[in-house]
C-alpha cells in the first residue's frame, strides 16, 4: 500500500505543488495564469448569439460548473491573498469566473472570443501583449478566455477548462512556464 502511495506521488504534476516556480511567479506577480472557460460543450455560438444575453450563447453545463469550483479551490490552495480576475464579457467566461469565488471579475472585451470573425484577433492579441508589457504586477491574476485567444496568444490548442502560467512581460508567442489540466 506505502509503495502505491508513492509511485501516485511520483505521477501528480509538479504544477499543482506550491513551491513549483510557475507557481510562485504567479503568486509574485511575475507570471499570469491564462484559462480557457470551464467546459461549455459545442464550438462557437448559436445563430442569434447576443453578447448581452446568455439564452442565446453557448453555456458551462454541470460539468463546467464544477470545473470552475474546483478551479477556485485549487487557486485559493496556491495563494491566500486577493487575486485579480479579469474575464471575456461572454457568458461562459463570467460564469466561469464567477463561479471561482476569488473576486469579483472584471469584464476585459480584449480577452472576447474572435472565433469566426466575431473580433480582430491580431488586434486584440497585441493589445493584449501591450497591456501586460511590464515585467511585474501587484497580485495574482487570472485571465478567463476562449480557445482562439489562448491559442494566438501561446500556440497551445487548450481544452475547456485548461490554464497555462506564462511569464511577464508578455510576449507572443507567451512564454509558458506550466500547463495545468482541469482539475
Not at 486577493?82 to 469565488?101: E, F, G, K
Not at 488586434?123 to 511590464?134: D, E, M, R
Not at 491559442?151 to 507572443?172: H, K, N
Request: hydrophobic share 45%; proline share 7%.
Amino acid at each position: 500500500m506505502k509503495a502505491f502511495f508513492l509511485l501516485l506521488l511520483l505521477l501528480l504534476p509538479t504544477t499543482g505543488l506550491a513551491d513549483d516556480p510557475a507557481w510562485q511567479a504567479w503568486r509574485e506577480g511575475k507570471a499570469l495564469l491564462l484559462m480557457r472557460h470551464a467546459l461549455a460543450p459545442g464550438t462557437g455560438d448559436p445563430a442569434g448569439f447576443v453578447l448581452e444575453n446568455c439564452s442565446t450563447q453557448r453555456n458551462l453545463n454541470n460539468e463546467g460548473r464544477q470545473q470552475a469550483g474546483r478551479w477556485g479551490d485549487l487557486l485559493r490552495a496556491q495563494h491566500s491573498g486577493a487575486i485579480t480576475v479579469y474575464s471575456s464579457q461572454w457568458c461562459r467566461c463570467l460564469d466561469t469566473a464567477r463561479l471561482m469565488a476569488l473576486a469579483a471579475p472584471q469584464p476585459l472585451p480584449l480577452l472576447n472570443s474572435f472565433f469566426a470573425g466575431r473580433g480582430d484577433g491580431d488586434k486584440q492579441t497585441a493589445a493584449l501583449v501591450q497591456q501586460y508589457s511590464s515585467a511585474q504586477i501587484d497580485q495574482p491574476t487570472v485571465l478567463v478566455t476562449h480557445q482562439v485567444n489562448f491559442t494566438a496568444l501561446t500556440g497551445i490548442f487548450p481544452r475547456s477548462g485548461e490554464a497555462a502560467i506564462i511569464a511577464l512581460p508578455l510576449t507572443q508567442p507567451a512564454t509558458v512556464l506550466a500547463r495545468i489540466t482541469a482539475p
